[in-house]
C-alpha cells in the first residue's frame, strides 16, 4: 500500500511497505528524485511496524506538519495593517438605489458639469456618517472618513468639495423632494393622501445672529435660551415616511408656517385629495380657513379654551357622551361647517392629573419658604394660574382655578372638515401624529441633525437636506421591520411564544459597524476580505432583501 504526497518544490515523497523473512510489514517514508537524467529513491525515515489504522494517523501528521510550513510559508508575503467600517455602507448603497437617491443625485451631477469632485460619492460618505458616527463635516473629514471602506466612498476628497456639496443639495432641495415623492409611484393612483405636520427647533452652538436670515433666537422646544435656532416643518406620510420639509427663522411663531407647506402639498407633490393632520399647536381659524381654500382637508387638534364658553359647556358635559367602553368616551358636535369631535379617557384624566400635581408640588414648596414673595411665581405663566395675589408680600393656592382645571381632566378635542370618516377613524388618524414624534425624536436622536455648525443659509439647509435623505432611509428600513414584526406577531396569535424585542435600526446599525472590510496584502497583490456577519445585520440584510455580500470582496 502506497500513500503519496506532493510538496512544493516538486519532490515527491511516499510510503513504502517492506517486509521481513518473518513476513512482519514495516512503513518507511521515500524520497523520490532525479539525478543524472535517472530516478532515484532514498529512505528518509522508518515509520514504524504495520498496525490497523497506523498508516492513517501518519498521514494525518504528515499532512498537519505539511499545512503548518505552507502556512507559515505564506504567512511571510502577508500583510494586514488596517480595518475598515462595511456593514453600514453596504444597507445605504442598497437603500439609496432602491429609493432613487442615488438617481437624482446623479442627475443633479449631470447638471453641474464643471465639478471636480465625483458628487454621489461625497453625499454618499456624508450621508453614512449619520448612522456611523455623527460629526461635523470637519469632524469626518478630519478622522472619520478614513475609516470606511475605501471602495466605496472616496478618500481623497478635500473639505472644501465637502462644503460644496451641500451648497448643491440646497440649490436643487425642490427638485430633490419632487423626484423622491413620485419615485416608482403612480400619481393615477392615489386618491387621497393622509399626511402629518409637526414642527420643532434645531439649535445652534452659537448666538450670532448677524450671519444670515436663519439662525435666530426664539422659543426653543428643548428648553435653550441659550442658543440660536431654525424651525423645521416636517411633512411625513402615515408610516412616518418624510415627504418634505420647510426651515423657517428661529423666531417664527408656529401658527405661521402652514401656509407654505400646504402650497407645496397641492402644488409640488399633485395630490387631488389630501388630508392635512396637525396638532393644536397649528390651529387657528385662519390656518383652517387656507387649508379650505386649496382644496384641502384638515384634521387638527382643537384649542378648546378659545371657544365661547357655553360652547365648552357643551364640551365638558360627560352625559353628553357615547361610551365605547370603560375608559373611552365620544362626544360629536359642529361648530360652524366643521365637525367638532371631543373624547374623553381615563388614562388621559390620569395623565391631566399628574402634570397638574406636579406644578402643584412645586408651588407649595415655594409657599412654605418663610418669605413666599409673589415676584417667585411671576415669570411662570403655570404658575400665574395656580396662585392668588393677596398682597405684595402674601400669596396663596387659587382653589377655584384648580378646581376648574380639574373638570376638564381627561377631554380632548379635534376640530376636522372631513366627512368621509366616522368619528372613531377620525380619532384614529389624529393619534397618528406620534410617528412624526418619532421622527423628530430619530432625527435628533440617531441622525444628530443637531447642534448645528454651519454659518449661511443655503448651506444650513443643505445640511437639513442631506439629514433630511439619511432620515428617508431609515424611515423605511424602520417601516420594513415594523411590518416584518407584524406578521410575525399575526402567525402567533393562538400559539404561545416567547416575546423578543423588536429589531430596531439604531440596533441594527450598531452591529453593522462591526461587519468590516480587510485588506489583505500578499506579495504584490491586495485582497479585501469581510468579517463574519452579526446576527442582527443579518436579519436587517434579509429584511430588506439584501444579497449576502461574498466573502471576499475584491
Known amino acids: 500500500m502506497t500513500w503519496i504526497c506532493n510538496v512544493k518544490n516538486q519532490v515527491t515523497m511516499y510510503i513504502r511497505i517492506t517486509r521481513n523473512q518473518k513476513g512482519d510489514g514495516y512503513y518507511h517514508l521515500v524520497e523520490s528524485y532525479r539525478s543524472e537524467g535517472k530516478v ?98 470637519l469632524g469626518l473629514y478630519d478622522r472619520w472618513i478614513e475609516r470606511m471602506y475605501p471602495e466605496m466612498i472616496d478618500h481623497k476628497t478635500e473639505l472644501h468639495h465637502i462644503y460644496r456639496s451641500l451648497d448643491i443639495l440646497a440649490q436643487h432641495k425642490e427638485e430633490i ?9 403612480d400619481l393615477f393612483s392615489i386618491n387621497v393622501d393622509v399626511v402629518l405636520y409637526d414642527l420643532t427647533t434645531l439649535r445652534f452652538e452659537s448666538t450670532r445672529e448677524d450671519m444670515d436670515s436663519l439662525r435666530r433666537f426664539g422659543y426653543s422646544k428643548e428648553m435653550r435660551t441659550d442658543c440660536t435656532q431654525v424651525v423645521l416643518g416636517l411633512l ?26 400646504v402650497e407645496k402639498i397641492r ?10 393632520i396637525a396638532d393644536r399647536g397649528l390651529f387657528s381659524f385662519s390656518n383652517l380657513e387656507h387649508i379650505r381654500k386649496c382644496g384641502g382637508e384638515f384634521i387638527v387638534g382643537l384649542k378648546m379654551g378659545v371657544l365661547k364658553e357655553h360652547i365648552q359647556q357643551e364640551f365638558y358635559n360627560l352625559k353628553n357622551y357615547q361610551w ?20 374623553w379617557s381615563k388614562a388621559r384624566a390620569e395623565r391631566d392629573r399628574k402634570t397638574r400635581e406636579d406644578v402643584l408640588d412645586k408651588i407649595r414648596q415655594k409657599l412654605s419658604l418663610k418669605e413666599p414673595l409673589p415676584k417667585n411665581f411671576i415669570s411662570n ?53 406620534w410617528k412624526i414624534e418619532d421622527a423628530f425624536g430619530e432625527i435628533k436622536g440617531t441622525i444628530k441633525t443637531r447642534p448645528m455648525f454651519h454659518w449661511t443659509d443655503h448651506r ?11 432620515y428617508l432611509c431609515e424611515a423605511h428600513i424602520t417601516k420594513i421591520l415594523r411590518d416584518k414584526e407584524s406578521l410575525l406577531l399575526s402567525k402567533a396569535i393562538g400559539k404561545r411564544i416567547i416575546k423578543q424585542r423588536p429589531l430596531t435600526v439604531l440596533q441594527a446599525m450598531k452591529e453593522l459597524c462591526q461587519l468590516m472590510a480587510v485588506p489583505v496584502k500578499i506579495k504584490n497583490d491586495t485582497v479585501w476580505i469581510r468579517t463574519d456577519i452579526p ?20
Do not use: W
Open 40 to 137: 532515484k529513491q532514498r529512505t528518509l525515515l522508518s515509520l514504524g511496524r504495520i498496525e490497523e489504522g497506523r498508516l492513517e494517523q501518519l498521514a494525518e501528521a504528515i499532512n498537519k506538519h505539511l499545512n503548518c510550513r505552507e502556512l507559515f510559508d505564506k504567512a511571510k508575503d502577508i500583510d494586514i495593517k488596517d480595518t475598515y467600517i462595511l456593514g453600514p455602507l453596504l444597507v445605504l448603497e442598497h437603500m439609496t438605489d432602491k429609493l432613487g437617491i442615488n438617481k437624482i443625485i446623479r442627475q443633479i451631477a449631470d447638471q453641474h458639469p464643471q465639478l471636480k469632485f465625483d458628487l454621489q460619492k461625497i453625499l454618499f460618505t456624508q450621508l453614512c456618517s449619520r448612522f456611523i458616527q455623527p460629526v461635523s463635516k
Open 177 to 185: 423632494e419632487k423626484f423622491l415623492y413620485s419615485y416608482k409611484k
Open 236 to 261: 411625513t406620510d402615515t408610516d412616518g415616511i418624510p415627504l418634505c420639509f420647510e426651515v423657517h427663522p428661529g423666531n417664527t411663531f408656529e401658527g405661521k408656517t402652514l401656509e407654505g407647506i
Open 267 to 276: 402644488n409640488k407633490f399633485s395630490i387631488r385629495r389630501f388630508i392635512f
Open 324 to 343: 365605547i367602553n370603560d375608559d373611552l368616551a365620544v362626544f360629536e358636535t359642529t361648530f360652524g361647517q366643521d365637525r367638532c369631535i371631543i373624547t
Open 381 to 433: 405663566r403655570i404658575y400665574q394660574r395656580y396662585i392668588r395675589i393677596l398682597g405684595e408680600s402674601r400669596c396663596e393656592l387659587n382653589q377655584q382655578a384648580i378646581a376648574e382645571d380639574a373638570s376638564k381632566d381627561g377631554f380632548f378635542g379635534i376640530i376636522t372638515n372631513v366627512h368621509s370618516m366616522t368619528a372613531a377613524q377620525i380619532v384614529f388618524n389624529y393619534k397618528q401624529l
Open 460 to 470: 444650513i439647509i443643505g445640511h437639513l437636506v442631506m439629514c433630511f435623505l439619511a
Open 535 to 554: 446576527q442582527n445585520a443579518l436579519s436587517l440584510f434579509r429584511s430588506i432583501g439584501m444579497k449576502i455580500p461574498p466573502k471576499i470582496l475584491k
